[in-house]
Structures are given as structure tokens and as C-alpha cells.
């Protein structure tokens, strides 16, 4: 099954396209407010666009002014609660797909006892809802949703109410379901998109920013908002004859990656781990970049110090801070040795 | 029972709560205490009183009916929908709550009445509704509506609507949404807009007298009866004041027995 999608909400000023392979796993990223839930609600139907078409395994989901309605689309949405449907026992609730779809009562809960099984819920049957953890219920959830046999699975952040202690279990029930499966996942995790998605779309202003494999995007991040996620520190520009220079004429020096045609829009990016700080402008024959910049935040990042300045981060040790006496608001010197600089195109 | 300590309320409000519920239970004790009960067998099985409390049961049953026929659907349509006009549409729905009950009866008999406006097509199809058992049915259903339309929005409204966009993306139609989501995620607030409506059903008056009349065994109910016999037999208008009251008590424990049961996980 595959998918193309492209929609217009102009009150929410969004407009994004892309496509989906058969069996693909999509990670949608971005920031709150760039218009993620927008984009699972356009699909599940719960909201129509004002202009574009998708198009799910050659059944048009909207568009030409048409919008097939949700429960005819074959899209499943799992929010960020489970929403078990309270009046119903587990295994009733997870039938209710088959049993909608016209399955006769003992035919639908043949289907949901193997979903539950498959999400290790068997012994939750016959529970009510409120008598299930958030971690129980988020599994049943899962096996609701796949019961009704989805060309296309909505996940809105499924982990994100749950407790640190059960998310990597369902986690791990997910990668196992969502095999070889169509389906997109919102997420504000980066483990989340490593683990479950084939691709990662990153989502800005209701743009899409980057489209690409989950490692790719994380390894060579092009959006600010990925390279974040990623952990790296982003720097674009065109590409000169050993680095790029960016858009306000700053030349960053990169002895990494690849080799780039001069005048080639270029990205490079390099680990706040390689970054020293300096009070004064560092004088020394290793080539490297230096960054004048101001220190906008000083936070612990595990065990070391991260030092933020607008989008460059370093990470320095506590004693460093404390001898540097960095803080916010000081002016200091980000260098970093141009063999740490990875440069790619963009 | 426990007291939670740091959210009393002040004790001043306990005190004009007792006041409160004094004013509300003290006439109905003093009603009570009024009762011959010598003769409260004799009295409640008269013709006219059997009659009458028949009558009232059957009415208002059908009534009840009639409102979850059309409450249902009008709740919907208000808690779910959006269309101009909702909110002028709302409150004049709602009119017949605030509306004096015998202003109720003339609009219904201008409506339903001999002069009325669709007489000409009622009597085509040869039904004559004012003063017959009709009229009754029409007259609680008129004043007893809005209870049920308003419970059940509020219900609605207090649900949301997360589980039936859920229950649509399983692949359900809006009919089965309806039937197998909404409605049993509602079912304590249809319940009690029920009962309400059953109770103001039971209890009307003003609409009836002026729209249905007061003819026995036809369509004086038992509030109408009550208020008859007040004038020659003062016993009697006791005894079946308790009556009522009892039905109404037996009612109302009812669906909170069902509600109960319902909301037990």
C-alpha cells in the first residue's frame, strides 16, 4: 500500500506533500504547533483541506472535492490516550472494529483475541477499561486499532502519557506490529523514529522541511529542528573549496565528509562535544572554526555542561563553566577543529 | 463518612442548607400527616382516582416516549452540529421551561384546536386531537421535552467527542457510532433527562386543563383530579397527593438504581 499525499489548510496555514512506499513506517517530527496533528486529522478524515488529494493504495482518501468519510477510509488512529470506549470490556472494545466492519459477534472476538495476544494483552479480556493501567490500555489500544485491519495506521504520539518505565515495552510491541505495516507516527522522541520508522518527515510552520531515512535525517540533519533532535550542531551555507560559507558570509572550514562542487547549497554539521570555549579569540596553528558568540542558556546535559549560544551548543565540563564563569549573556569564543566538521549536501 | 479537611465550606451554608431542605420537606410532611389513613384504601380506589391514576401513568409513559423519539435527536443536533441560527434555535426550544404551562395549552390549541392552525389538515385526515387523550399526550410532551433535550445536551457536551472520532476511524458509520458509542457513553444523562421529563409529565397541569380539558377516564389526569376533588373532598385530594408523590419517589429511584448499575465498571 502506498500513499500520496498533498493538502492545503489555509486557517491553519499549512501545506505539505510527500508520499509513502508500500509497508513504510513514517516519523513525522517538529515542533508543537508545526502542524502535525493537522496532518493525521486530514487523514483520518476528522478534517478536510481546503485544496489537495491523498490517494491510499489507489483509493482516494479526499480530493477533486470529494472526502471519503472517516469511517470508510481504512485509516485507524491511535491517540495519545487510549480512549477505550469505558461502556465495553477490553476484548469488546478491541472487537469493535471487525464488529463495525460487519463480523458477527463471535467472529469479531475470534480477531480481537489474536490482536490481543499479539500485544501480550490476553489476560486483560475481560476487564473494564478503568481497571487497566495507562500501559495496558495504550497496548489495547494497539490491538483495537490493527483490528480493524488499517491500509493506514495514525499514531499521535503514543508513548507520550505514558511512564517512562512501561514506554520502551510498548515500544518494542509497536516495532514488532508495525513491521512491513503502512503507517505514520508522531513522535517527539528521537528513539521513537530509530526504532519504528523507516523515514522521518520533519515538519516547521506547517512546511515540510526534510523528508528522508531516519538515519539519514538524523546522521545529516538539513532543518534546524532535526539537527536538535540529532544532537549535532547545524551550520548551512554553500560550499566553497574546503567548507561553506553561510548566508551572513561566515566561512566554516570542513575536513570531513564530503566533497562538494564550490557554489553547491552544503550543510555541515559537528557534535557540541567538539566544541572548546574560549574567553579570548584563540591564536594556534591547527585549523579551526571560530564562532564569536553570546552564551544564551548554560544547562546540565548529562554528566557534562551544555552551553547554548542561539543554535551553536557546546558541551564543557562543570569545572570549566565554573572557571570560565560561564553564563548567560557573556561573550565567548565556539571553536572547533575543522577535521570534526562533517559537510554534505543539502 | 469522613470530613476532608481543607476544602470545608463555610458553616454558615450548612445552616441555610438545613433551611432549605426544611422548607422543601416540612409541607410534604404536613401533607402526610394530614392523611386519613382509615380511609386511604377507600379513597385511592375510587372509580375517578383509579381512573385518573391510570390515565396518568399511560400519558405519561407515552409522553417519555415520545421525548427520547425527539429529544434524542434534537440534543444531537444542538450538542454536535453547527448551523446559524443555533443559539436563537436553542432557546426558543427551551421556551416551553420557562413558559407558564397554561400559556403552553393556548399555543397548543391554536395549533392542534378546532380554529387551530392545522386544523384544516387534521380534519382531513378526520383526527380531532383538542380535549381527547391526544391532547394530554401533546400537553406533557410540549412541557416535558425541553428537560430531556437539555439533560442530554449537557450529557453531550460533557462527553465529548473523542471517543466516537475514534470509534469512526475503527470504521463504524455515524448510525453505529451513535448506537454502540454515544448513546452508552450518555446513558446516565438520557436516564435522568428521562425521569425528569416523566416527573413533569406526571406532574402537568396548566397545559392539560386548558388544551385536553377535564374529562374523566379521557383526559383528567391525576394532578387535575387532585385539584377537582380539593373542592368536595379534601380527603381524597390528600390521599392522592400521596399517590404521586409516591410514583414520582418510585420512579426516580429507579433510574438511579439503573444508573448505578450502569456506571459500576
Known amino acids: 500500500m502506498s500513499l500520496q499525499f498533498s493538502a492545503k489548510v489555509h486557517a491553519r496555514d499549512f501545506a505539505v506533500e510527500f508520499e509513502m512506499a508500500d509497508g513504510e513506517t513514517l516519523a513525522v517530527l517538529g515542533p508543537n504547533g508545526a502542524g502535525k496533528s493537522t496532518l493525521l486529522a486530514l487523514l483520518a478524515g476528522l478534517l478536510t483541506p481546503d485544496a489537495g488529494s491523498a490517494v491510499l493504495d489507489g483509493r482516494t482518501l479526499f480530493g477533486g472535492g470529494r472526502s471519503v468519510p472517516a469511517h470508510r477510509r481504512g485509516v485507524s488512529l491511535l491517540a495519545q490516550e487510549p480512549l477505550l470506549f469505558p461502556h465495553l470490556n477490553v476484548l469488546d472494545n478491541v472487537a469493535f472494529g471487525p464488529r463495525s466492519a460487519g463480523a458477527g459477534r463471535h467472529e469479531s472476538r475470534e480477531v480481537a483475541r489474536r490482536w490481543l495476544e499479539e500485544v501480550e494483552g490476553t489476560e486483560l479480556s475481560g476487564r473494564k477499561p478503568g481497571q487497566v493501567s495507562g500501559g495496558q490500555g495504550q497496548r489495547v489500544a494497539v490491538a483495537r486499532a490493527l483490528a480493524s485491519d488499517p491500509g493506514l495506521l495514525l499514531l499521535d504520539e503514543p508513548m507520550s502519557a505514558l511512564d517512562a518505565a512501561v514506554a520502551p515495552a510498548l515500544r518494542r510491541t509497536l516495532r514488532r506490529v508495525l513491521e512491513s505495516r503502512n503507517a505514520i507516527i508522531v513522535t517527539h522522541n528521537v528513539l521513537d523514529a530509530l526504532m519504528l520508522a523507516d523515514r522521518v518527515l520533519v515538519l516547521e510552520g506547517g512546511r515540510a522541511v526534510e523528508l528522508g531515512a531516519t538515519r539519514d535525517v538524523l546522521e545529516r540533519p538539513r532543518s534546524g529542528f532535526a539537527a536538535g533532535l540529532a544532537g549535532l550542531n547545524l551550520v548551512l551555507g554553500t560550499a566553497d573549496s574546503d567548507g561553506l560559507v553561510t548566508a551572513d558570509g561566515e566561512r566554516v572550514a570542513a575536513a570531513a565528509g564530503d566533497l562538494l562542487a564550490p557554489g553547491s547549497a552544503a550543510a555541515a554539521v559537528f557534535s557540541p562535544g567538539a566544541v572548546s570555549v574560549f574567553l579570548a579569540r584563540p591564536v594556534e596553528g591547527s585549523p579551526r572554526n571560530v564562532f564569536p558568540v553570546t552564551i544564551s542558556d548554560v544547562e546540565p546535559h548529562g554528566r557534562v555542561m551544555s552551553v547554548r549560544a542561539g543554535h551553536l551548543a557546546a558541551e564543557v565540563t562543570m569545572s570549566s563553566v565554573a572557571e570560565l564563569e560561564l553564563v548567560p549573556g557573556k561573550r565567548v569564543f565556539f571553536a572547533v577543529k575543522s577535521t570534526e566538521v562533517r559537510l554534505y549536501p543539502r | 463518612m469522613s470530613r476532608r479537611s481543607g476544602t470545608a465550606i463555610p458553616r454558615w451554608t450548612f445552616v441555610l442548607a438545613v433551611l432549605g431542605a426544611l422548607f422543601i420537606l ?137 471517543y466516537e472520532a475514534v470509534a469512526s476511524t475503527l470504521g463504524a458509520g455515524p448510525t453505529t457510532v451513535l448506537r454502540r458509542v454515544t448513546l452508552p457513553l450518555v446513558m446516565p444523562g438520557l436516564l435522568s433527562g428521562m425521569v425528569l421529563s416523566f416527573a413533569r409529565a406526571l406532574g402537568e397541569f396548566g397545559a392539560t386543563l386548558t388544551f385536553a380539558g377535564s374529562l374523566q377516564g379521557v383526559t383528567r389526569t391525576l394532578p387535575l383530579e387532585i385539584y377537582l376533588q380539593r373542592e368536595t373532598d379534601p380527603d381524597a385530594a390528600v390521599a392522592l397527593s400521596l399517590v404521586l408523590v409516591a410514583v414520582a419517589v418510585f420512579v426516580v429511584t429507579l433510574a438511579h438504581r439503573v444508573r448505578d448499575r450502569e456506571d459500576r465498571p
Open chain 2, 26 to 162: 416540612l409541607p410534604l410532611a404536613a401533607m402526610v400527616a394530614r392523611v386519613r389513613w382509615s380511609e386511604f384504601g377507600a379513597l385511592i380506589t375510587s372509580d375517578s382516582s383509579v381512573d385518573a391514576l391510570q390515565l396518568s401513568l399511560q400519558t405519561s409513559v407515552t409522553s417519555t416516549v415520545l421525548c427520547v423519539l425527539f429529544g434524542v435527536p434534537m440534543a444531537l443536533v444542538l450538542a454536535r452540529s453547527r448551523f446559524p441560527g443555533q443559539k436563537v434555535l436553542r432557546a426558543l426550544v427551551l421556551l416551553p421551561l420557562v413558559l407558564p404551562p397554561v400559556v403552553g395549552g393556548i399555543a397548543l390549541l391554536y395549533t392542534f384546536g378546532r380554529q387551530g392552525l392545522l386544523n384544516s389538515g387534521l380534519e382531513v385526515l378526520g383526527v380531532e386531537i383538542a380535549f381527547s387523550t391526544t391532547a394530554v399526550v401533546l400537553a406533557q410532551t410540549f412541557v416535558a421535552l425541553p428537560f430531556l433535550v437539555l439533560s442530554l445536551e449537557g450529557a453531550l457536551r460533557s462527553a465529548g467527542g473523542r
